[in-house]
């Protein structure tokens, strides 16, 4: 069974600190490379950041290069998002999955997200 349980998110002033956390199920986690995205209200999901299962990392918005840092535990399952300076335009739902998304029954499976509220 596919699972992805997204945590951490919140309210935060512009300049502060997140750390989002995902648990996915092992048989996912330990053979995919893991990203994690996010959805603006109005917006399309897009990639945020990825990290292979070897700790290779890649930054997909030019925006978060320097403040976000992905990262992951391989005995726990779990994969991270430490998310600094934050900026009102971070505002969104922040979703963690495979590099592509996992497919059940024919559709992306995507987990409940985390909400992240930036105020200025």
């Known amino acids: 069974q596919v699972q992805l349980v997204e945590s951490g998110g919140g309210l935060v002033q512009a300049g502060g600190s997140l750390r989002l956390s995902c648990a996915a199920s092992?048989?996912?986690?330990?053979?995919?490379?893991m990203g994690w995205y996010r959805q603006a209200p109005g917006k399309q999901r897009e990639l945020v950041a990825a990290?292979?299962?070897?700790?290779?990392?890649?930054y997909a918005i030019d925006s978060v290069k320097g403040r976000f840092t992905i990262s992951r535990d391989n005995a726990k399952n779990t994969v991270y998002l430490q998310m600094n300076s934050l900026k009102p335009e971070d505002t969104a739902v922040y979703y963690c999955?495979?590099?592509?998304?996992?497919?059940?029954?024919?559709?992306?499976?995507w987990g409940q997200g985390t909400q992240v509220t930036v105020s200025s």
């Open positions: 999955n495979t590099i592509p998304p996992v497919v059940v029954s024919g559709r992306n499976y």
């Open positions: 092992g048989s996912i986690f330990r053979i995919n490379a």
């Open positions: 990290i292979t299962n070897g700790g290779y990392t890649n």
